[in-house]
Structures are given as structure tokens and as C-alpha cells.
């Protein structure tokens, strides 16, 4: 494998969520220079001292930060943030107008300064906006692509680990399609270790029943709605989850997690991005062809397909 030395990575946006990404990356160790870009100064310095005070206690990453372009040169990979947030009651897809011109006029300045970036798109609808920044950069598909359904699928995997009694490590299931209301799990291709997910029983954890996977699919589903309402935006678990894309990309580790990347001709679909199971490494993102669906499940994945493809299509050009 080839492990990216002296990694830098990028976040676009000092707002709930990039200020939690820099955080988790910090954490964890993502990459062995993190910094934070934002047009707002005197928030993203804020944020940058922030975090800085802390690093005594996170290992050997720095962090740097501003609202010159220049901080984001040098980047391996940049994660995109920034763009207005969704509000109590908000579908993602509502964001699309604002934050696809926010993309628009972005991606070709920061492609200027971090030409051999792999980007990933965090900011909603990201499966709408990496459509946009594909276009708009001329990145191969692979290259520039978004955090997709990475998070959905832990909020599934958490709660499947509950019910049964196991580790979550233990659960083997993907949440697919949008990342939004049409997102739904790969049920025929889910286990537990190694039991399908309806044969899966422990004393004390009966059998699934389809009506119970029904309801944590919904759960999941509207479960950024709720910590909305309650807290006014989701910032931790998406933090974690987009740090742990970018160690797949800096680690090359070909790790295979469900992020959105502009499909081309995978089961009949194409030009739409959309999270499917893909291969995660130094060279970006790639779907796994071989992915295998029940008749359902395709005809979930191509409404979801539809669903945004007429959002794009409402769009401004």
C-alpha cells in the first residue's frame, strides 16, 4: 500500500461540522497536518487557536488555518464543508439552491491551489452537489466524490448492535442510495458475523421481523432530523465518519465503506451519484461493480436515482 507521508489535509467550512472534523482528524491522527479554510476570519482563526491549545494532547498532527486560499495548497485530501446548514424541518434536498452555487464558485479555486486533492463532499445535498463539483472540476469520478451514506450506515450498524446484543463491529450492513429521504439498507446482503440478519438469534435477542427492520430503516433514516430539532445540527458522528474516510484515502487502505460517487453505467445508472459499496483508497473512490442487489433493492436504488436527478434538474445552471 502506498501511505501518504507527511499527509496534509484540508477541511473547507469552520463551521459545527469542519470545526468537528478538524476535531476528530486531530483526534485520531488522520493526517500529520490538518488545516482549516473558511471565508469568515475571524471565526476560523478562533477555531484554528482552538484547536491548536489542544494539541499537546493529540499525537504528532498540527493544525493551521485562515481565510487566505494558500492554506489549502499542498492538500492531499479536502474535505468540503462549507455551505449553508439545514434547519429544524428542512429536507437536505431544500439546501440544494444556495449550497449548489456555493460549490459552484468554490471548486474551480480550489482546484487551482490543490490540484492532485482528492476531494470529498460533506456538504448537503452532497450527493446533488458532488454531481456539480465532478462538472465543474473535470475530476475523474474517483477523485471527487461525497461522505454519502458512511454516516447513515453507522446509525444503522449502531442500532442493529443494540437490538442483537453484539459489538457494532459485528454488523455487517450498508445503508445505500441518497444520503436523504429516499436512503435505504442493503437487507438481502446484511449479517451478523456471519448469519444472515433474520436468522440471527441469541437467548435473550429473538429473531429480526421484517416489520422491526422496517422501523430502525425509518429510525435511521430520520435520525438527523431529530438531533436537529433537539441541538440544531448534527457536527460529532458526521466529524468521525468523515475523518475516517480520509484515512482510507491517506493509508491507501482500499477500505470498502458506501460513499457517493457520480456513477457510470453501475446497473443501469448513470451520471446520478449515489452511495453504493466502493473502494476507498489513495486513488479516491470506486464502486464495487460486483455489488449484487434483490430485484427491490434496484428498484429502490433507481427511485432514489430519480428522486435526484429531479433535484438537479430544478436547479439554476
Same mark, same amino acid.
Given at each position: 500500500?502506498?501511505? *501518504?507521508?507527511?499527509?496534509? +489535509? ?15 482528524? =486531530? ?6 497536518? %490538518? ?27 498540527? *493544525? ?6 494558500? %492554506? ?5 485530501? %479536502? ?95 450498508? *445503508? ?21 440478519? =433474520? ?10 421481523? +421484517? ?44 477500505? %470498502? ?5 457520480? +456513477? ?54
Amino acid at each position: 500500500m502506498e501511505i *501518504i507521508e507527511n499527509s496534509k +489535509l484540508t477541511v473547507v467550512g469552520a463551521g459545527s461540522v469542519g470545526s468537528s472534523v478538524a476535531y476528530a482528524a =486531530l483526534i485520531r491522527g488522520s493526517a500529520r497536518h %490538518v488545516a482549516l479554510y473558511d471565508i469568515a476570519t475571524a471565526k476560523v482563526e478562533a477555531e484554528v487557536l482552538d484547536l491548536a491549545h489542544g494539541t499537546q494532547f493529540t499525537g504528532s498532527s498540527d *493544525i493551521i488555518g485562515g481565510s487566505d486560499l494558500s %492554506v489549502v495548497e499542498g492538500s492531499h485530501v %479536502v474535505v468540503i464543508t462549507a455551505g449553508a446548514k439545514q434547519n429544524p424541518g428542512q429536507t437536505r434536498t431544500e439546501l440544494a439552491g444556495v449550497n449548489a452555487g456555493i460549490i459552484r464558485r468554490m471548486m474551480p479555486e480550489l482546484l487551482a491551489v490543490a490540484p492532485n486533492a482528492v476531494y470529498v463532499i460533506v456538504t448537503n445535498p452532497c450527493d446533488v452537489l458532488t454531481v456539480i463539483a465532478q462538472q465543474e472540476t473535470g475530476l475523474p469520478p474517483e477523485r471527487v466524490f461525497a461522505s454519502g451514506t458512511v454516516l447513515d450506515t453507522s446509525r444503522l450498524r449502531w442500532k442493529l448492535a443494540e437490538r442483537a446484543g453484539v459489538s457494532t463491529a459485528s454488523v455487517h450492513a450498508h *445503508i445505500i442510495g441518497e444520503h436523504g429521504d429516499t436512503e435505504f439498507p442493503l437487507w438481502s446482503r446484511a449479517t451478523i458475523g456471519t448469519v444472515p440478519i =433474520l436468522d440471527w438469534e441469541t437467548p435473550g435477542h429473538p429473531r429480526f421481523t +421484517l416489520e422491526e427492520l422496517d422501523e430502525i430503516a425509518v429510525d435511521v433514516r430520520d435520525a438527523a432530523y431529530k438531533v436537529i430539532q433537539g441541538k440544531g445540527a448534527t457536527n460529532y458522528a458526521i466529524g468521525l465518519s468523515s475523518a475516517r474516510i480520509v484515512e482510507a484515502i491517506l493509508r491507501d487502505e482500499h477500505a %470498502v465503506m458506501p460513499v457517493s460517487t457520480v +456513477l457510470r453505467d453501475f446497473h443501469g445508472l448513470d451520471g446520478v451519484a449515489l452511495s453504493v459499496p466502493s473502494i476507498v483508497s489513495a486513488a479516491g473512490a470506486s464502486p464495487i461493480r460486483a455489488t449484487s442487489f434483490s430485484e427491490r433493492e434496484l428498484e429502490l436504488l433507481r427511485q432514489s436515482a430519480d428522486a435526484l436527478t429531479a433535484v438537479a434538474a430544478s436547479l439554476p445552471a
